[in-house]
């Protein structure tokens, strides 16, 4: 009986040891939702949190330039208008009097922008990059506008586009992330997003950009933009030479945020980052799964 004992203990205890070093191998990341996801096969290899609806802030912006660019029906040089609507801008103060009672795409003042004018007259393929590298809300109006001819009716046909390709639990209210509070997503549904995207070459040719300028228009000068991701900055400390696409994202409600794909080799992934605690440390938890996530691929 003594010996029956001493087995059945010694077999829980490596039962437990093994499962504590499974437990160590895993990244210990500090955001509060996150996924790895493989490209090809879209197997979920990592997630934390995945099904979890979170606000994604402006990370909005990939499935929004992705449909515009799917869309096909504006060419890249094609000139776009800018007008009142999609120019609107109001005050925090006035959101929360308001409770958000009042058109999801109307842009709050202090958010990013690259100054667009009413009545300002640019190309396609420069807004893409003042969306996508300087992450303007302005720009991201105008694109929505310009593809399907009203912001709104653009967001209809982004969702229904976004149901297509899997995406069950997102619903998104404007083409630019600012807070809204149905404006939202799980990291699940932006992986798949990503997967899609890292595929459309226009994209990749734009994120991997590292300077950008914006010729004159009928109403400024030249505007030089530069890509403020850090995982594809070449001059950052987080940069990761495997990234082929990335989006970052903050406001209040919604943390930091993050979605990108890298490529190593033949495997590609994708990662998405929710609610991270400071714009540092979703690079830091991304790095991470990127590089778990291709250890797993092995």
């Known amino acids: 009986m003594r010996r029956l004992f001493f087995s059945i203990f010694s077999a829980v205890l490596l039962s437990v040891s093994s499962l504590a070093w499974a437990d160590s191998s895993l990244p210990k990341i500090s955001s509060n939702a996150a996924i790895v996801m493989d490209l090809d096969s879209k197997k979920i290899i990592y997630e934390k949190n995945a099904f979890k609806s979170c606000y994604p802030a402006s990370i909005t912006k990939l499935p929004a330039a992705l449909y515009a660019i799917k869309k096909g029906s504006k060419s890249l040089s094609s000139i776009a208008t800018a007008d009142r609507d999609t120019?609107?801008?109001?005050?925090?103060?006035?959101?929360?009097?308001?409770?958000y009672h009042?058109?999801?795409?109307?842009?709050?003042?202090?958010?990013?922008?690259?100054?667009?004018?009413?009545?300002?007259?640019?190309?396609?393929?420069?807004l893409l990059y003042g969306?996508?590298?300087?992450?303007?809300?302005?720009?991201?109006?105008?694109?929505?506008?310009?593809?399907?001819?009203?912001?709104?009716?653009?967001?209809?046909?982004?969702?229904?586009?976004?149901?297509?390709?899997?995406?069950?639990?997102?619903?998104?209210?404007?083409?630019?992330?600012?807070?809204?509070?149905?404006?939202?997503?799980t990291a699940y549904d932006m992986a798949l997003i990503a997967c899609e995207?890292?595929?459309?070459?226009?994209?990749?040719?734009?994120?991997k950009t590292q300077t950008?300028?914006?010729?004159?228009?009928?109403?400024?000068?030249?505007?030089?933009?530069?890509?403020?991701?850090?995982?594809?900055?070449?001059?950052?400390?987080?940069?990761?030479?495997?990234?082929i696409i990335g989006k970052t994202g903050f406001h209040n409600n919604a943390k930091s945020t993050l979605v990108a794909a890298a490529k190593k080799g033949n495997k590609t992934l994708v990662v998405v980052i929710l609610e991270s605690p400071n714009k540092n440390q979703k690079y830091e938890d991304a790095i991470q799964l990127f590089e778990h996530g291709f250890k797993c691929l092995k």
């Open 102 to 126: 009042y058109p999801p795409h109307w842009l709050v003042l202090g958010g990013t922008h690259i100054q667009i004018h009413a009545g300002e007259q640019m190309r396609f393929n420069d």
């Open 212 to 243: 950008y300028k914006i010729p004159p228009t009928n109403k400024k000068g030249e505007r030089t933009i530069i890509n403020r991701n850090q995982l594809l900055s070449k001059k950052s400390v987080y940069y990761y030479p495997y990234a």
């Open 197 to 207: 995207a890292a595929l459309e070459p226009t994209l990749r040719q734009v994120m």
């Open 87 to 99: 120019m609107g801008s109001i005050t925090k103060k006035f959101s929360l009097e308001n409770k």
């Open 131 to 185: 969306m996508l590298l300087e992450s303007a809300n302005d720009a991201s109006n105008v694109i929505a506008k310009h593809v399907s001819g009203s912001v709104p009716t653009f967001m209809l046909e982004l969702n229904t586009y976004l149901k297509q390709i899997g995406c069950k639990n997102t619903c998104l209210k404007n083409p630019h992330g600012m807070h809204f509070p149905k404006h939202r997503t």
